[in-house]
């Protein structure tokens, strides 16, 4: 895992406007009363100097969405509907899921043994070998072979690592088989199992809106470039406490995030990835410091925050994640999607303002050819 992911991760100011996860913090859940700042203060006592941010230019780029896109969204839903079905009349194939016990015994070792392992016969879970020898075998069989294989062996006084030929000797018992059952890609199937009537209006309609989506990241790149030009070109010193903690808090609950997903905790999960606490706080700093720049933006260009902004922000991400507004207050509070709302509103300020410095590229995934067209 590289290090500098958490730059991507923990950029919680600009990534809560994308993704509601990112507003998680590890505080405890504050006042709900009012959507207004918690605390007074002025922004330009912290961002000295301002950047320019009009007459900003930039390249957005849009990568054209290919038939082999539109494939792997059919295969995805193919795979969706694909079910399983135990064989009982044939011996193992190519293909076939097997359930099997086997020891596996190098010479001069002492056997190791799996029971009910499955595996899928030609998928090289298992070497190509053993799993050739499986196949063709019944439910209920068992049979003995002999291979010979690479085994790793480390010095234990320097560390050195060799690899040797051995003969290794399993023992297999075939327990069930099962096969998949792929449907059938027709009119019928898309009809069944999506709004579409024909498998061609399904493709176009994907088409269509595989492409809508590589246009809005393009767009949410763009909003994020223009900002950080900015951000470049300004002098920030100091950070209110209180918005550094909101980025710190939302930082550390997203790793402790996925700190859970691998049975850790959040020290465990950053010592995996290479990471200290440390870069935790000064990604948070970073963080607090593109807050203090959008803020600023708008102080400067006199666009202020309304309630209605705040609701509209809401109500996109309630839209997003299929909840209600009670429930996404009952886990953020209005401090934390008030700052969400203050940096969505930089960055569409930032974009409609430097429209006219934004160079539209569509360009081909493999890089063969790339056309450029002018903003509207």
Same mark, same amino acid.
């Given at each position: 895992?590289?290090?500098?992911?958490?730059?991507?991760?923990?950029?919680?100011?600009?990534?809560?406007?994308?993704?509601?996860?990112?507003?998680?913090?590890?505080?405890?859940?504050?006042?709900?009363?009012?959507?207004?700042?918690?605390?007074?203060?002025?922004?330009?006592?912290?961002?000295?100097?301002?950047?320019?941010?009009?007459?900003?230019?930039?390249?957005?780029?849009?990568?054209?969405?290919?038939?082999?896109?539109?494939?792997?969204?059919?295969?995805?839903?193919?795979?969706?509907?694909?079910?399983?079905?135990?064989?009982?009349?044939? &011996?193992?194939?190519?293909?076939? +899921?097997?359930?099997?016990?086997?020891?596996? +015994?190098?010479?001069?070792?002492?056997?190791?043994?799996?029971?009910?392992?499955?595996?899928?016969? *030609?998928?090289?879970?298992?070497?190509?070998?053993?799993?050739?020898?499986?196949?063709?075998?019944?439910?209920?069989?068992?049979?003995?072979?002999?291979?010979?294989?690479?085994?790793?062996?480390?010095?234990? +006084?320097?560390?050195?690592?060799?690899?040797?030929?051995?003969?290794?000797?399993?023992?297999?018992?075939?327990?069930?088989?099962?096969?998949?059952?792929? &449907?059938?890609?027709?009119?019928?199937?898309?009809?069944?199992?999506?709004?579409?009537?024909?498998?061609?209006?399904?493709?176009?309609?994907?088409k269509e809106s595989l492409q809508k989506t590589e246009e809005e990241s393009a767009v949410t790149t763009t909003k994020t470039n223009l900002l950080k030009q900015v951000i470049d070109d300004s002098t920030v010193v100091g950070t209110p406490a209180y918005i550094y903690n909101l980025n710190y808090n939302s930082i550390c609950?997203?790793?402790?995030?996925?700190?859970?997903?691998?049975? +850790?905790?959040?020290?465990?999960?950053?010592?995996?990835?290479?990471?200290?606490?440390?870069?935790?706080?000064?990604?948070?700093?970073?963080?607090?410091?593109?807050?203090?720049?959008?803020?600023?933006?708008?102080?400067?260009?006199?666009?202020?925050?309304?309630?209605?902004?705040?609701?509209?922000?809401?109500?996109?991400?309630?839209?997003?994640? *299929?909840?209600?507004?009670?429930?996404?207050?009952?886990?953020?509070?209005?401090?934390?999607?008030?700052?969400?709302?203050?940096?969505?509103?930089?960055?569409?300020?930032?974009?409609?303002?430097?429209?006219?410095?934004?160079?539209?590229?569509?360009?081909? &995934?493999?890089?063969?050819?790339?056309?450029?067209?002018?903003?509207?």
């Amino acid at each position: 895992m590289r290090k500098n992911m958490i730059r991507r991760v923990a950029l919680s100011a600009l990534a809560i406007t994308m993704s509601v996860s990112m507003l998680t913090g590890c505080n405890k859940k504050k006042d709900n009363s009012s959507a207004t700042k918690v605390v007074e203060y002025d922004v330009m006592d912290y961002v000295t100097t301002l950047g320019v941010y009009t007459g900003l230019t930039e390249t957005e780029e849009i990568t054209n969405v290919t038939d082999d896109d539109v494939q792997a969204e059919l295969d995805s839903l193919v795979s969706q509907h694909t079910t399983t079905t135990e064989v009982t009349d044939r &011996p193992a194939q190519t293909g076939d +899921t097997v359930k099997i016990e086997y020891t596996r +015994t190098p010479d001069g070792a002492e056997g190791e043994t799996k029971s009910d392992y499955s595996v899928t016969l *030609g998928s090289g879970d298992l070497s190509e070998a053993v799993e050739n020898n499986i196949m063709a075998m019944n439910i209920g069989e068992t049979k003995t072979f002999a291979l010979k294989e690479n085994e790793d062996t480390t010095d234990e +006084t320097t560390g050195e690592t060799t690899s040797s030929e051995v003969n290794v000797t399993y023992t297999v018992t075939l327990n069930s088989i099962s096969q998949k059952v792929v &449907p059938e890609v027709n009119d019928e199937f898309i009809s069944t199992n999506t709004e579409y009537a024909t498998l061609e209006e399904y493709k176009k309609a994907t088409k269509e809106s595989l492409q809508k989506t590589e246009e809005e990241s393009a767009v949410t790149t763009t909003k994020t470039n223009l900002l950080k030009q900015v951000i470049d070109d300004s002098t920030v010193v100091g950070t209110p406490a209180y918005i550094y903690n909101l980025n710190y808090n939302s930082i550390c609950q997203n790793y402790g995030m996925y700190a859970s997903y691998f049975g +850790t905790d959040l020290e465990g999960y950053l010592k995996q990835a290479g990471m200290t606490m440390d870069d935790i706080k000064n990604s948070a700093v970073e963080s607090t410091i593109q807050v203090l720049v959008a803020e600023a933006i708008l102080k400067d260009a006199k666009k202020e925050v309304t309630d209605d902004d705040y609701q509209a922000q809401v109500d996109k991400i309630t839209e997003q994640q *299929g909840i209600t507004e009670e429930k996404l207050l009952e886990s953020y509070s209005k401090e934390d999607l008030m700052l969400t709302t203050t940096v969505q509103k930089a960055l569409d300020y930032l974009y409609d303002t430097n429209k006219d410095g934004i160079t539209v590229t569509h360009v081909d &995934p493999a890089d063969v050819s790339s056309e450029t067209v002018a903003t509207e």
